[in-house]
């Protein structure tokens, strides 16, 4: 969706374009062997592209599609309806876990320990990449893009328009926001992240 936006936007046509699927690991190996031109990759791979001289960020997806609602947590049946309260208490931890990743984010400090968390949970041969490599965070206070721009409908009408989607799976009656309802004023969440 962000590479068809990405084409539509810079004045090309679709069809000026050999668009191939591949696992983001191989996409490093096309690049360096000259294989493909561009590709759209998530980190580690972007650095690792970087830091081996194959390739440099052209333009960011989030440049290219601001605001765009690219992931978000669903709940089981279980969870959402018969045990809410442990679903209230989940999505608590969460919201704190992802308000410490945002302030730790923006420090050196802060990435340090993250990297230790990391290396702790996923080792990694090299433990400084994960200071250098970006993070997913969700927004602060957690909420849907269901309706704005680049929302889960906009991206539901792209689908259909290029036949990708059929029927309409009337997203509004899925999302459910009572768990996130209180995050604007951060009065309903307390406490440490390790708590």
Do not use: C
Not at 19 to 37: G, H, K, Q, R, T
Not at 123 to 150: C, F, T, W
Not at 164 to 170: A, F, K, S, V
């Amino acid at each position: 969706m962000i590479v068809r936006e990405y084409i539509d936007s810079s004045g090309l046509d679709i069809n000026d374009v050999d668009l191939v699927s591949m696992p983001m690991p191989d996409m490093l190996v096309a690049l360096e062997n000259n294989a493909i031109d561009t590709a759209i990759m998530l980190d580690p791979f972007t650095t690792f592209a970087i830091k081996r001289g194959i390739g440099e960020v052209l333009i960011r997806g989030s440049d290219v599609v601001p605001g765009i609602q690219q992931a978000f947590l669903l709940y089981s049946n279980n969870l959402a309806n018969e045990n809410h309260e442990l679903g209230q208490k989940f999505m608590n931890g969460y919201y704190k876990t992802n308000s410490w990743l945002r302030k730790s984010l923006v420090t050196e400090e802060g990435r340090k320990e993250i990297a230790d968390i990391y290396q702790k949970y996923i080792p990694s041969r090299n433990k400084a990449i994960y200071e250098e490599i970006a993070l997913s965070v969700a927004v602060e206070d957690l909420s849907i893009n269901v309706d704005g721009q680049y929302g889960l409908l906009w991206q539901i009408d792209k689908l259909k328009e290029r036949g990708l989607l059929r029927g309409d799976p009337e997203i509004k009656n899925q999302v459910d926001s009572s768990f996130i309802s209180g995050f604007n004023n951060h009065s309903n969440v307390s406490g440490d992240v390790n708590e």
